[in-house]
């Protein structure tokens, strides 16, 4: 059994989404993040980063325990394990891992910025949250002009959509006020998605 100790945000949905997707079966925690759960003593033993999520998984490789954080290194894990939703054609494949690294790596990380200094940061600056907002706007047109041009990022259902979808989920009122029609058609069909929707639910 998959033990997966998550949180009510993008990261803390993403493996949930792919393990839901996969068909596998596994145990949700949801940590309350506002009360600090993520550094109690029980949790800091499976991730002494105190950062969400961790999965825990019993029978990993080689029947071995498997304790694993990221969000994208679980997602790549049980995709490649599964064999599905990785693409085999090398093209297509090439295409996955570059718009995963995308979502990762830019509009992920940009969309939490823009949250962090409209909710935490000690001085507020409208400069800075305009500067992130046109930074994220940036990052959606590009992934609007892909969505163009294919039904999906990889041209096929990949785990690049899967994590992609909580970043639209986060900030849909932007991308719709920006009048993105192709990511918007795109959220549509995956937002329909049954499995994609259970996750969702479970995680609250």
């Not at 839901?20 to 009360?35: N, Q």
């Not at 590009?142 to 096929?156: N, P, S, V």
């Amino acid at each position: 059994m998959i033990d997966l100790y998550t949180g009510r945000t993008g990261n803390g949905q993403r493996p949930a989404i792919l393990l839901e997707e996969l068909g596998l079966p596994y145990r949700v925690h949801v940590l309350d993040l506002a009360k600090g759960d993520q550094r109690k003593p029980e949790f800091l033993r499976l991730n002494p980063r105190g950062a969400i999520p961790v999965l825990v998984d019993d029978n990993g490789p080689g029947g071995q325990r498997l304790v694993l954080a990221q969000s994208h290194a679980m997602m790549v894990h049980y995709a490649m394990q599964e064999g599905r939703f990785i693409p085999e054609d090398p093209m297509a494949r090439a295409l996955c891992f570059q718009w995963l690294s995308h979502v990762a790596s830019d509009a992920a990380p940009t969309s939490g910025a823009l949250f962090a200094i409209q909710n935490f940061v000690p001085e507020k600056s409208e400069a800075n949250t305009q500067f992130f907002v046109d930074r994220l706007l940036a990052h959606f047109k590009y992934i609007d002009g892909r969505l163009g041009q294919a039904e999906h990022l990889a041209g096929e259902l990949s785990i690049a959509d899967f994590s992609l979808y909580p970043v639209y989920k986060a900030r849909h009122d932007m991308i719709e006020k920006a009048g993105l029609r192709n990511f918007q058609r795109w959220a549509k069909t995956m937002g329909a998605r049954p499995a994609l929707q259970a996750a969702l639910e479970k995680i609250g």
